[in-house]
């Protein structure tokens, strides 16, 4: 295996990103700021399965903190509920504050820019696998669709597709 350069990387910015497959916990909260910017809050679960020293499957669950921000959190909102698999792409982030007895409290958070709905449309969260990902990127909406064929001159991969014109 070869290693890239480290001198390459010296004065380059750092990176922060999270992605995670996982169960959401809790019914989405949608909440508008007093500036008017949405944001939504939810979390997920993520399972790991090993075999420990002794031969015995052990299995541990971590729950991540979510936040989505503007159109991405209004789709959050519309769109997910509890028990819904999901995969969320963004950035941690934690938070800090006083609490009311005095003692500093941390929150640590993904902020999420991008959204996939993992379950069939109308299957919850039990359906079965294979399903067409939704996807809810913050800088758009793009709907599960079939596949699109690229010698039609009406299919065209920058054609905008609004929230409006969603069957469902």
């Not at 480290?6 to 508008?32: D, H």
């Not at 938070?95 to 409290?105: E, F, L, P, T």
Request: overall charge neutral; proline content about 5%; charged content about 25%.
């Amino acid at each position: 295996m070869r290693y890239a350069n480290l001198k390459q990387f010296k004065g380059m910015y750092s990176l922060n990103r999270a992605t995670i497959i996982g169960n959401l916990t809790r019914e989405p909260e949608l909440k508008q700021i007093s500036s008017g910017q949405n944001v939504c809050s939810f979390s997920v679960a993520t399972n790991r399965q090993w075999t420990g020293g002794d031969g015995q499957k052990q299995e541990a669950s971590e729950f991540h903190n979510i936040v989505a921000w503007g159109k991405l959190a209004e789709i959050c909102g519309q769109y997910l509920t509890k028990g819904k698999k999901v995969y969320i792409e963004g950035r941690l982030q934690t938070r800090d504050w006083d609490g009311q007895d005095g003692v500093k409290r941390y929150r640590t958070e993904i902020v999420a820019d991008n959204m996939i709905i993992l379950d069939r449309a109308g299957g919850g969260a039990g359906a079965a696998g294979g399903a067409t990902p939704f996807q809810a990127p913050a800088r758009g909406f793009v709907p599960p669709q079939a596949p699109v064929r690229y010698d039609e001159p009406s299919a065209s991969p920058d054609d905008e597709i609004r929230v409006e014109d969603i069957p469902f």
